[in-house]
């Protein structure tokens, strides 16, 4: 069974984490099948950028998010800043 969940990467204290498509039974930061996005808290405001497209396309074959990652999706889209001329 697939499962959509994060992945633990950065330094002592400072969490970044990865959104991953992998095996249920794979270690968290192990073997994955795919990158669907990244999630960092320790940004202000947190950071968190999703392939939305590649998201569903793994959603409809099946994966099961886990309970953080649902709420991740669950969180509305960012409103991008228009750049200053």
């Known amino acids: 069974m697939l499962a959509i969940r994060l992945s633990r990467k950065g330094a002592k ?3 970044f ?3 991953i498509v992998t095996e249920k039974e794979n270690k968290r930061d ?3 099948i795919e990158i669907v996005g ?3 808290p320790c940004k202000e405001p ?3 950028h999703l392939e939305q497209e590649r998201v569903n396309y793994w959603l409809k074959n099946g ?10 999706l669950k969180r509305p889209a960012p409103v991008p800043t ?3 001329a």
């Open 13 to 15: 204290k400072r969490p």
């Open 82 to 84: 228009p750049a200053k």
């Open 63 to 72: 994966a099961q998010p886990t309970p953080t990652v649902s709420r991740l």
């Open 30 to 32: 192990g073997r994955f």
């Open 17 to 19: 984490y990865r959104i």
């Open 38 to 40: 990244y999630y960092n």
């Open 46 to 48: 947190n950071q968190l």
